[in-house]
T-cell receptor, first 115, second 118 residues
Framework: DTGVSQNPRHKITKRGQNVTFRCDPISEHNRLYWYRQTLGQGPEFLTYFQNEAQLEKSRLLSDRFSAERPKGSFSTLEIQRTEQGDSAMYLC?????????????FGDGTRLSIL | AQTVTQSQPEMSVQEAETVTLSCTYDTSENNYYLFWYKQPPSRQMILVIRQEAYKQQNATENRFSVNFQKAAKSFSLKISDSQLGDTAMYFCAFMFLLGQGGSEKLVFGKGTKLTVNP
């Protein structure tokens, strides 16, 4: 169990640029989640995959955001035309399907700063 | 909609003492799960303790225990014998099933910043 891995750890970009983050879940976990955490707040759910299928998207996920999990393993989260309000920590979590109390394991997150 | 409220933005405790963090939630669901997560400064979020709503017995994990009051929709965390390493943000979180095989997204509170003083 190597844990959930997220890259990069930090991303600084100018407003209007596109950014992409990557998440590698724990290998035997088929569920993958993206959350966004702003300063002083708890994480907010963005989207969820079971294997390669994106089963739920939050209304927080505007059309500038897109997430993929092409082979049911790693996932990418892309933000197009970034805005100041996109500055946040983006957290990825994974869990194993089965009993409903399987905990979600979180990565270290990618901190996005928009200049 | 489900909401989670943590009414204590910050708390502090002396090393070796006991502290209780409060959490209330609002839901119409009957089958759900509650969690406390710990997020140390600049480190990843880790699970501290979890409670199934259908279980009346309060969960315990070593120095961590919960007081789950389902009727009052309250889920407090007690940390006994506080240690310096307990300094962190603590998040209360709620999870329910969206149908069989459905999403199990977590709904988090805003967190309580706990500082353990030597």
């Amino acid at each position: 169990d190597t844990g959930v891995s997220q890259n990069p750890r930090h991303k600084i970009t100018k407003r209007g640029q596109n950014v992409t983050f990557r998440c590698d879940p724990i290998s035997e976990h088929n569920r993958l989640y993206w959350y966004r955490q702003t300063l002083g707040q708890g994480p907010e759910f963005l989207t969820y995959f079971q294997n390669e299928a994106q089963l739920e998207k939050s209304r927080l996920l505007s059309d500038r955001f897109s997430a993929e999990r092409p082979k049911g393993s790693f996932s990418t989260l892309e933000i197009q035309r970034t805005e100041q309000g996109d500055s946040a920590m983006y957290l990825c979590a994974s869990s194993r399907a089965g009993a409903s109390n399987q905990p979600q394991h979180f990565g270290d997150g990618t901190r996005l700063s928009i200049l | 909609a489900q909401t989670v409220t943590q009414s204590q933005p910050e708390m502090s405790v002396q090393e070796a003492e006991t502290v209780t963090l409060s959490c209330t939630y609002d839901t119409s669901e009957n089958n759900y799960y509650l969690f406390w997560y710990k997020q140390p400064p600049s480190r990843q979020m880790i699970l501290v303790i979890r409670q199934e709503a259908y279980k009346q017995q309060n969960a315990t994990e070593n120095r961590f225990s919960v007081n789950f009051q389902k009727a009052a929709k309250s889920f407090s965390l007690k940390i006994s014998d506080s240690q310096l390493g307990d300094t962190a943000m603590y998040f209360c979180a709620f999870m329910f099933l969206l149908g069989q095989g459905g999403s199990e997204k977590l709904v988090f509170g805003k967190g309580t910043k706990l500082t353990v003083n030597p």
